[in-house]
């Protein structure tokens, strides 16, 4: 479900996460089939294509949920989503990590409020921020 779409996060860049994230919902794609996972998640076809063909398109949080949860091995979109949230907020406790910490040491444009207000589901999560943010946290409880 995103969080476990690599064994370890922590020991990859995160390209590689976002990689390993394009890889899990590519499969869904690829065994649910493009037009399924389009109906059901509300993510348009010409991106759902180009997971399906390696490409990695923009996507939040919440449309790469959509995806997973087009198929039967994944829960809902919603519960996608919150067990994420839990994940990194968990990973955050765990680390003893501010959102100020995270905006300053991960390559996005984030600041410590959007960081926050995206793991509070206030803001949109793109892929990208999420697997700079999931590596992140990720590293920091690796050591």
Do not use: C, K, W
Request: proline content about 2%; cysteine-free; aromatic content about 4%.
């Amino acid at each position: 479900m995103l969080y476990d779409a690599a064994e370890n996060p922590g020991s990859l860049t995160a390209d590689e996460l976002r990689a390993a994230y394009d890889d899990q919902l590519a499969a869904v794609v690829d065994d649910v089939g493009v037009e399924t996972v389009a109906a059901e998640s509300g993510v348009d076809r010409d991106r759902l294509a180009a997971l399906s063909d390696g490409e990695s398109p923009d996507l939040t949080l919440e449309e790469a949920a959509g995806v997973l949860a087009a198929s039967d091995d994944y829960p809902d979109q919603e519960a996608i989503v919150l067990e994420l949230r839990d994940h990194l907020l968990m990973g955050m406790t765990t680390g003893v990590l501010d959102v100020d910490t995270i905006a300053s040491n991960v390559d996005a444009d984030l600041t410590g409020q959007e960081v926050q207000q995206a793991l509070e589901g206030r803001t949109a999560f793109s892929l990208d921020d999420l697997a700079a943010v999931h590596q992140f946290i990720a590293e920091r409880n690796d050591r």
